[in-house]
């Protein structure tokens, strides 16, 4: 069954508006999330890693103050697209390891959030 | 994080072995080789990983050559329910960012 969860899985929002995404970890602690947009027809592309109690890292040309992420405990952080506009429009997928302890313990992804801004 | 090449896409025939390929030249010892699919407007899933030795599960099997510098991912026999996109990753770390390439597309044909 899934190891990571998000919600919702798909929204619909207004230009200008903010809309939160969260990801859980299910039943693991997670202590570093990846958040990854993935547009039509195009592979995914690594937005910022949360790290549970500290700031996000942010890839280069990732809008740290357009894209809050939020990592609070350590089974949940909240991604949140701030003033969306048509071009945020995308795929929003989060991934966490169930053994942070483990090298190479592989990534665990959620189903995904599909954003449409209007 | 090393690169990987892997073919635009492949066919296979419903019921027969999917043999997918990936070349890593660049692999550093410590690295893992890392195979996920994914299935269209879905999150990718998790498929096989190894070091060196071949891996084997439910899903798939992976074979990485002596010197580690490709791989081979079969599934061994290919429904239509396993048509996506399946992506090879090299990386290693504890819980370590994976970058993403473009993937094979694989379409299983009755």
């Known amino acids: 069954g899934a190891v990571v969860s998000q919600h919702p899985s798909w929204v619909i929002c207004k230009s200008g508006t903010s809309v939160k995404i969260e990801c859980r970890s299910l039943d693991f602690q997670a202590t570093t999330m990846f958040w990854y947009r993935q547009f039509p027809k195009q592979s995914l592309m690594l937005m910022a890693t949360?790290?549970?109690?500290?700031?996000?890292?942010?890839e280069q040309g990732v809008e740290k103050d357009k894209f809050l992420i939020n990592h609070a405990s350590l089974t949940l952080s909240t991604l949140t697209v701030t003033s969306a506009h048509p071009e945020d429009s995308s795929f929003y997928i989060c991934?966490?390891?169930?053994?942070?302890?483990?090298?190479?313990?592989?990534?665990?992804f959620g189903n995904g959030t599909r954003l449409t801004v209007t | 994080d090393a690169k990987t090449t892997q073919p635009p896409s492949m066919d296979c025939a419903e019921g027969r072995a999917a043999n997918l390929p990936c070349n890593h030249s660049?692999?550093?010892?410590?690295?893992?080789v890392y195979w996920y699919r994914q299935i269209h407007s879905q999150g990718p899933q998790y498929i096989i990983h190894g070091l060196k030795n071949n891996e084997t599960n439910e899903m798939a099997s992976l074979i990485i050559t002596e010197d580690r510098k490709s791989s081979t991912l079969i599934l061994p026999h290919a429904t239509l329910r396993d048509t996506a996109v399946y992506y090879c990753i090299v990386s290693g770390g504890y819980g370590n960012k994976l970058v993403f390439g473009a993937g094979t597309i694989l379409r299983v044909k009755s």
């Open positions: 949360s790290n549970e109690g500290s700031k996000a890292t942010y």
């Open positions: 991934s966490a390891t169930l053994d942070r302890l483990r090298w190479g313990s592989p990534l665990h």
């Open positions: 660049t692999i550093s010892g410590n690295e893992y």
